[in-house]
């Protein structure tokens, strides 16, 4: 089983730039697609970034140029780079991997980290 645990929320002005990392363990090899959600409150969950195993991206309309998605291999280690926030970037970010994809289009999560609080003030 796969254990995901969110870090780098916080608070931060419009404008301000924020680094979530999402660190993985126990069975990575098995990852074929990760992901970042988000769901702000009232509103539905939304797939933010994902990235393939081998290092597509696909990223949501409404971060695509200000967001984005890496990973680091060797340490086991999601990242989103989070620049030019806006008060509608206010959400609970959360990681997911998927037991598979093509590039970077996921399918079959079963893996979730505890979320980490974004909150984006004017």
């Known amino acids: 089983q796969v254990q995901l645990v969110e870090t780098g929320g916080g608070s931060v002005q419009a404008g301000g730039s924020l680094r979530l990392s999402c660190a993985a363990s126990?069975?990575?090899?098995?990852?074929?697609?990760m992901a970042w959600f988000r769901q702000a409150p009232g509103k539905e969950r939304e797939e933010v970034a994902s990235i393939g195993s081998g290092g597509s991206t696909k990223y949501a309309d409404s971060v695509k140029g200000r967001f984005t998605i890496s990973k680091d291999n060797a340490k086991n280690t999601l990242y989103l780079q989070m620049h030019s926030l806006k008060p509608e970037d206010t959400a609970v970010y959360s990681c997911?991997?998927?037991?598979?994809?093509?590039?970077?289009?996921?399918?079959?999560?079963?893996?979730w980290g505890q979320g980490t609080q974004v909150t984006v003030s004017s």
């Open positions: 997911a991997a998927a037991r598979g994809g093509n590039g970077p289009l996921c399918y079959g999560y079963n893996s």
């Open positions: 126990a069975y990575t090899y098995t990852i074929k697609c």
